[in-house]
């Protein structure tokens, strides 16, 4: 069975910076996507970036030129490095990968488009 485990989470105070990662596990496509989405109690989950094994990634704009999103498909290892963390960037964060589709890079940050969620890692960003 697929399975993903996140790490790194932590608190920071703002314009702190952090480093998640997430090991997947449990299946042997070539190609497949990974992401990163994030949820705050009572509001719905979005999409943070998402990459793919060509290296094609895409990014909800509230976080562009802060985060970067990297993919190790050796060790099928997402990353997610954040800089100049802001508090609004405080949540709950999840990994997730989609293996054996093909989707357009809009749908790289769709959480609807994956099927393998990890337990999640929170972040929290003081002001």
């Known amino acids: 069975a697929q399975v993903v485990r996140e790490s790194g989470g932590g608190s920071v105070p703002a314009g702190g910076s952090l480093r998640l990662t997430c090991k997947s596990s449990?299946?042997?496509?070539?190609?497949?996507?990974m992401a990163w989405f994030r949820q705050v109690p009572g509001k719905q989950r979005e999409g943070v970036a998402g990459?793919?094994?060509?290296?094609?990634?895409a990014y909800a704009d509230s976080v562009k030129g802060r985060f970067t999103v990297s993919l190790d498909k050796s060790e099928r290892t997402l990353v997610l490095e954040m800089n100049n963390l802001k508090p609004e960037d405080t949540a709950m964060y999840y990994c997730?990968?989609?293996?054996?589709?093909?989707?357009?890079?809009?749908?790289?940050?769709?959480?609807?488009?994956?099927?393998?969620w990890g337990q999640g890692t929170q972040v929290t960003v003081s002001s």
């Open positions: 449990g299946h042997t496509w070539y190609h497949y996507c």
């Open positions: 990459i793919d094994t060509d290296g094609t990634s």
């Open positions: 997730a990968t989609a293996v054996g589709t093909r989707m357009t890079r809009a749908a790289y940050i769709d959480p609807s488009e994956y099927s393998t």
